[in-house]
């Protein structure tokens, strides 16, 4: 059966689902999305997703054509659509078509998009033995000028840290913001245990706001684990007992070495498991 495409209220076969070139999406990676996880054919956290959805429109200026309620509906068809039960759905709304220059008074028409497919995640090994990561040159953007809460359509600043972290076979990179604090990865936050808590840079660092991120707070909180938002360096990294990431592809996964310094004792440890476990159990019953 061929994917189906949700494409402003119709579902196309995805070799007929198209977007204009004159959408200032991709003239000018104009627009906002969401990535979103579904487990046993309902969105996971889909509230929050589409809370930061509509914040990250009302940021840029973009009014999305459709409703919450319409807009939840379209996602659960398109899932239907595709008999998917666990997979990824990528939610997007573009500019719309507009002239060639940049003036976004002139795009009447943003385009409500949802593709959703099977899930490609990370090879389990990458769970059991933990990732390597490096920190990236390329900083976060400053939140001054494309703050990173807003999820735009424009994943330059992210695609260029990738890039650094692949040449180095680097699946994840990480990124640190214009005072030289860590943010995230480039599209997971990230998290340390030290002395017993849970560590995680604030909002404020310029960070987008993970809704796995909050989940893993809240699960931890629940089991008693104190969290901490607070501004980290590279040297709370490398002087962690362990370090994960998470996002709403990868869940938690847990790294192993950063820079080549091993991470407490270059295993994936016990927290993270626990973590892990509770997260996996919940997402299980959601
Ligand atoms: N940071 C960045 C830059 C991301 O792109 C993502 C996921 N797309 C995350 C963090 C994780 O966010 P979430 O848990 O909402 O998927």
Redesign the pocket.
């Known amino acids: 059966m061929a994917l189906k495409v949700h494409i402003n209220g119709t579902l196309f076969d995805k070799e007929d689902a198209r977007i204009s070139v004159f959408d200032h999406g991709l003239l000018y990676g104009d627009g906002i999305f969401e ?1 979103m996880r579904s487990y046993n054919g309902k969105v996971f956290r889909l509230d929050q ?1 589409l809370d ?1 959805l509509w914040d990250s429109a009302k940021s840029i200026w973009l009014e999305i054509p459709i409703s919450r309620e319409a807009m939840t509906q379209a996602v659960d068809e398109t899932l239907k659509a595709n008999g998917i039960q666990n997979g990824y759905v990528r939610l997007l709304v573009t500019r719309g078509c507009g002239t060639l220059g940049l003036d976004a008074h002139l795009c009447k028409d943003p385009q409500v998009v949802i593709i959703t497919d099977h899930i490609a995640l990370y090879p389990e090994e990458f769970y059991q033995k933990g990732l390597e990561i490096i920190t990236a040159s390329t900083l976060r953007n400053h939140p001054a000028a494309l703050n ?1 809460r807003i ?1 735009s359509m424009n994943y330059l600043n ?1 695609i260029l840290a990738k890039i650094e972290g692949m040449q180095a076979g680097c699946v994840e990179a990480l990124m640190l913001n214009h005072k030289g604090e860590v943010a ?6 990230l998290f340390l245990v030290s002395k017993g808590r849970l560590l995680t840079p604030p909002t404020d660092a310029g ?2 706001e ?4 909050q989940v893993v707070i809240d699960l931890a909180e629940e089991a008693g684990i104190p969290v901490l938002q607070i501004a980290l360096t590279r040297h709370d990294v490398y002087v962690a007992e362990e370090c994960f990431l ?4 990868a869940e938690l996964i847990p790294v192993v070495k950063v820079d080549s310094r091993a991470i407490g004792d270059g295993k994936p440890g016990p927290v993270t498991a626990r973590l892990r476990d509770l997260f996996r159990n919940l997402v299980r019953q959601s």
């Not at 998470?246 to 592809?249: E, F, L």
Request: proline content about 5%; overall charge positive.
């Open positions: 990535g997703h930061r990173p999820k992210n995230e990865c480039t599209g997971d936050n960070i987008l993970g809704i796995t991120r998470t996002g709403s592809a």
